[in-house]
């Protein structure tokens, strides 16, 4: 690929001697990677997917590909994810029962990542800003199984007053000028200029001013970049502890190939050095750069409590969600329920007051109120394991790739109507609903192939 004529000069400076094999990487093709879900109850179906070379600084990560059309794949058992982007998850090290912020969450690589080590406990706030990739967002955490998430769609200085000393842990993820992501994607190259990581810097800045209301006293910022630039980088984060001084950095953890951040691409603050960078000559992958924050606790200055919010569903919604829940799912139970028009989901306990927020998902999807009856929703499906259901049909794979085509089913044997969760290769795949032998099709119309 070519690299404009400043970002070589520009490397040349900053690198010395090293930025030869640093230059010469971006002519390497790309790395793939991808994470296996600890969520789902079994293991993936193709076995080949657990014999790929492990990455030794991300717990159930690996090098190589995902068939994006595979049984796998589609029932949420894999997210294919650039090899470094994988390490900002294992930094932001979230636990069970802790609140959450990813603040530029899509397509939701880091969310699905965050989610899975909270165990789908506490609550997550997983937010972009832009609607069309809110909506991927919650594509992916749908088909991953999250249930304790909150998604919104809202810009940072929105969301801010609605979460005030909140969370335990933010993730700033951040817009970038994207220069580990040139071999991916060699258009994003003819993109940079010399002033792009300076106007990305700015943005970034107000991001973290968000950002910043949000943590509560004693709370976490993990702020990480998938570019070189040090204006985006260290100068980011000399400016963060500049204007912040109860913050101050942790360090992170360096696995072979892995470098410190550079005090002298900043204000020559030694502290920077616990920062980490990820570059595409010294790793297997496309580059990174990752501060870990830490706010001082204070005794004034105390974590705010969600408003508890009291939902109480019209007595003929209730009826047919009980109904359900007795005939399909009996040894469940879903409490802080809630409407959006007709469509009915659980909200995670600690939710604030969700009023003039733009939400694309107040939790678990539970399904839909139609006349006289509640369908249920593909992402409940995909919550849920063989033991948790009463009706169930196992299928085959031809049988899968017709229902992900939006076919009906025939069936041999007679089966008494109602809800049935489908299973291919022990996957939960959707539900269907069976009536005279067939299993209508309710795979979701957007995601057939
Ligand atoms: C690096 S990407 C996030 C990748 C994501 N964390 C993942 O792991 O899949 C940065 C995100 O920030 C969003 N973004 C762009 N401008 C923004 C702004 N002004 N405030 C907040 N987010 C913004 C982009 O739409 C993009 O989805």
Known sequence: MELPTEFIQKYQQLLGSESTDFLASFQQPSLNGYRINPLKQDSV???????????DYVDNGFFGSVNGKSIDHTAGYLYSQEPSAMYVGEVVDPQP??????????PGGKSTQLVAKMNNTGLLVSNEIFRKRANILAENLERWGAKNTLITNASPDKLAPKFPTFFDRILVDAPCSGE??????????DYWNLDYPEECANRQRKILASAMQMLRPGGTLVYSTCTFA????E???????????????????????????????????????????????????????????????????????????????????????NEFMTETLPQLHFTNLITFGDQLYTLP??????????????????????????????????????????N??????????????????????????????????????????????????????????
Request: hydrophobic share 40%.
């Open 235 to 321: 100068q980011i984060i000399a400016w963060l502890l500049e204007k912040y001084p109860d913050l101050s950095l942790e360090p992170i953890k360096k696995y072979a190939g892995m470098d410190s951040g550079m005090p002298q691409w900043a204000d020559n603050n030694p502290d920077l050095t616990k920062t980490v960078r990820l570059f595409p000559h010294h790793i297997k992958g496309e580059g990174h750069f990752i501060a870990k924050l830490k706010l001082a606790p204070s005794d004034t200055d105390k974590q705010s409590q969600p408003i508890q919010q009291t939902t109480t569903l019209p007595k003929d919604q209730m009826a047919l969600f």
């Open 392 to 449: 169930k049909i196992e299928i085959t794979e031809a049988q899968w790739r017709a229902y992900v085509h939006g076919d009906t089913l025939s069936l041999q044997h007679q089966l008494a109507k109602g809800w049935y969760l489908l299973l291919c290769a022990g996957h939960s795949i959707c539900f269907g609903k069976v009536v005279n032998q067939t299993v209508k099709n309710f795979y979701p119309k957007g995601l057939r192939f």
């Open 230 to 233: 040090p204006e985006e980088d």
């Open 97 to 106: 029962n802790e609140r959450v912020l990813d603040l530029c969450a899509a």
């Open 349 to 390: 306990a600690d939710t604030p007051d969700l009023n003039h927020l733009s939400v694309i998902r107040p939790g678990l999807h539970l399904g839909t109120f139609k006349k006289r009856r509640f369908e249920p929703s593909f992402a409940l499906a995909l919550t849920l394991s063989a033991a948790d259901v009463k």
């Open 180 to 189: 580990g992501m040139f071999r991916k994607d060699p258009a994003a190259a």
């Open 45 to 55: 179906s193709d076995p080949n997917y657990l014999n790929n070379e492990k990455i």
